[in-house]
């Protein structure tokens, strides 16, 4: 309810400074992040009056200068510090400074995911500065950004995204390695059939509600490794890349829900021999 709510509002405060400021569609140099029109309305919505340090020696995105589609851009988050028990990140946030929600998603992290490392694909209304903050477990705030060209991605069609009935929330892990080390991390690619409309598609009906990926919950033997609220910023088919620790043979467990109220579940089981699925 709380990240419906604070989608609801940046959806409005977008829309006023997209307004007001100029676009900048046609900007062939990087603009100056700090100078952003955009930035400063969402920061105060997101963040308040909370101090916002460089982020440099904590957390870096990577992405493409320029994207050949906008509907479905790949994005990687990747911290530079250790996750540990008494200093950690808690909570990324992942921000499309342009788009119409802005707030693409909101991500949660525990010590026992071992290592921050968030990847997925986004959609880009237009171009735009794209920002990730770090929350540490003590509060403090960290930033990096990154400048991408890339135009259309919320208002393309959402009928190219269709998923058959029998294939809707149908979710697949893909990990890395062949075998696994108790203790170490794991890196593991979630994989979710999803059309994740977007409301702003050219073939979109208003009358009804869009259905996408509002909530993703994963969980190793019990214990939280990654969350996330997101929403029609991700792109079709919602894939997230992300570490997880485990300490002893258990259940990796992710539960999914959309707007529609719709919930989806997957597991795989961590078992004595470490065995895991190729790709």
């Known amino acids: 309810m709380l990240f419906r ?15 007001a400021a100029p676009a900048w569609g046609n900007e062939k140099a990087e603009p100056d992040p700090a100078q952003s029109p955009y930035w400063e309305t969402i920061r105060k919505i997101m963040f308040g009056d909370r101090e916002i340090q460089n982020g440099k020696d904590v957390l870096s995105v990577f992405l493409s200068l320029r994207a050949d589609d906008a509907s479905t851009v790949p994005v990687a988050v990747k911290a530079l510090i250790d ?9 990324v946030y992942l921000i499309v400074e342009r788009n119409p929600s802005p707030a693409a998603g909101v991500f949660h992290f525990t010590p026992d995911s071992g290592r921050v490392q968030l990847e997925t694909r986004l959609r880009f209304e237009d171009f735009s500065h794209v ?6 477990s003590d509060g403090k705030l960290y930033m990096a950004s990154r400048w991408v060209k890339a135009a259309g991605g919320c208002s393309a069609p959402n009928g190219k ?5 029998s294939l809707l929330g ?7 390695e062949e075998t696994i080390k108790y203790n170490e991390p ?26 996408f990926v509002r909530s993703v919950t994963v969980t190793y033997a019990g214990k939280p490794v990654m969350s996330a609220e997101v929403d029609f910023s991700i792109s079709d088919n919602p894939s997230f890349r992300f570490y997880f620790v485990p300490h002893e043979k258990g259940e990796l467990r992710v539960e999914v829900e959309d707007t529609l109220d719709q919930r989806y579940t997957q597991t795989f089981t961590v078992a004595d021999d470490l065995k895991l699925p190729g790709g």
């Open 5 to 19: 709510w604070k989608a609801i509002v940046l959806l409005i405060a977008a829309s006023a400074v997209l307004a």
């Open 83 to 91: 996750q540990k028990p008494d200093q950690y990140i808690k909570t």
């Open 131 to 136: 920002r990730a903050v770090a929350e540490m």
């Open 161 to 165: 995204n269709a998923v058959p009935a």
């Open 170 to 176: 149908k979710m697949k892990f893909k990990f890395e």
């Open 186 to 211: 794991v890196l593991v690619q979630l994989m979710i059939r999803h059309p994740n409309e977007s409301p702003l598609a050219g073939d979109f009906d208003p009358s009804k509600t869009p259905q």
